[in-house]
């Protein structure tokens, strides 16, 4: 059985940060990308980021481009999602998700697997 576990959300203010962590088990871990998509209340999942396989591969939203890091540790099965000098408009339930192409699909219909979400709650 598949399962991916989000932790690391909360309240921060405006200009901090947060680093979320991804577990992932019941998969050959090193053998999947995986993304962190997001979704505000109203309004549909988003991608955020993307990595490949083996890390060689990054990908992200422009709205978020030089702020977070994706990273991974496959001998640790987690990824993660570095968050910088957060916004107000970042608020939303952030998803990580596998995607058991070489090169990670960036938008949702592309993975096999979602964890439940992690709220991230940006105050201004």
């Known amino acids: 059985q598949v399962q991916l576990v989000e932790s690391g959300g909360g309240l921060v203010q405006a200009g901090g940060s947060l680093r979320l962590s991804c577990a992932a088990s019941g998969l050959t871990f090193s053998r999947y990308s995986l993304g962190w998509f997001r979704q505000a209340p109203g309004k549909e999942r988003e991608f955020v980021a993307a990595?490949?396989?083996?890390?060689?591969?990054?990908y992200y939203a422009d709205s978020v481009k030089g702020r977070f890091t994706i990273s991974r540790d496959n001998a640790g099965n987690t990824v993660y999602l570095r968050m910088n000098s957060l916004k107000p408009e970042d608020t939303a339930v952030y998803y990580c998700a596998a995607d058991p192409r070489v090169r990670p699909a960036l938008v949702p219909k592309g993975y096999y697997y979602w964890g439940q979400g992690t709220q991230v709650t940006v105050s201004s």
């Open positions: 990595i490949s396989w083996s890390s060689t591969n990054t």
